[in-house]
């Protein structure tokens, strides 16, 4: 199957700091990725579908000025956490979608976040 | 409604037992179907998809899906502990997908 990175795997910041996660689809184009929080023994969350060479379309709730999408290439999207406070701590996924594969969504191997 | 429904479970199920999973989705007009597994604290890995009625097999696992019905399924053969894990559904409608919440699947040795 087709393969997303993630970087950084985890990260601890302190509060106030801006955290940036890279979100990479390795073997293919991803025109489409998704950015997914989960908390503990929670479901996925999604926060916001990143769309590469537009803005990116958040979900209700989610604020588009503290959690930044970029999708600049077809290969890659980010998502910076702006002043994160330690309600921001979760782990971080994000998916892409393969078109050329049913538009099946692989996901990356996840951020852990911990803000202190 | 939700979207996408499953039960939450836990499911126990024995070694070497069938495991049965179930997923509900509201709208007929959803084109694909897929089946995620989730370790704990890790990310969704990919099992199977599936788009035509029917049943669609890979080794020990086998996909179902009845559109009319509205329903897919996932049936694990011969369960493993290494199979315990929380299963996820997921639902493709056009340009969105849905979760279900997972089932929590423990196979004891």
């Known amino acids: 199957g087709a393969v997303v990175s993630q970087h950084p795997s985890w990260v601890i910041c302190k509060s106030g700091t801006s955290v940036k996660i890279e979100c990479r689809s390795l073997?293919?184009?991803?025109?489409?990725m998704f950015w997914y929080r989960q908390f503990p023994k929670q479901s996925l969350m999604l926060m916001a579908t990143s769309n590469e060479g537009s803005k990116a379309t958040y979900e209700q709730g989610v604020e588009k000025d503290k959690f930044l999408i970029n999708h600049a290439s077809l290969t890659l999207s980010t998502l910076t956490v702006t002043s994160a406070h330690p309600e921001d701590s979760s782990f971080y996924i994000c998916s892409a979608r393969d078109l050329g594969s049913e538009e099946t969504q692989y996901f990356g191997p996840g951020t852990r976040l911990l803000v202190l | 409604q939700k979207e996408v429904e499953q039960n939450s479970g836990p499911l126990s199920v024995p070694e070497g037992a069938i495991a049965s999973l179930n997923c509900t989705y509201s709208?007929?007009?959803?084109?694909?179907f897929f089946w995620y597994r989730q370790y704990s604290g890790k990310s969704p890995e990919l099992i199977m998809s599936?788009?035509?009625?029917g049943d669609k097999e890979d080794g020990r696992f086998t996909a179902q899906l009845n559109k009319a019905s509205q329903y897919v399924s996932l049936l694990i053969r011969d369960s493993q502990p290494s199979d315990s894990a929380t299963y996820l559904c997921?639902?493709?409608?056009?340009?969105?997908?849905?979760f279900g919440s997972g089932t929590k699947l423990n196979v004891k040795p």
């Open positions: 709208d007929r007009v959803s084109q694909s």
């Open positions: 997921a639902v493709r409608n056009f340009n969105k997908f849905y």
């Open positions: 073997d293919f184009q991803a025109t489409t």
């Open positions: 599936i788009y035509s009625n």
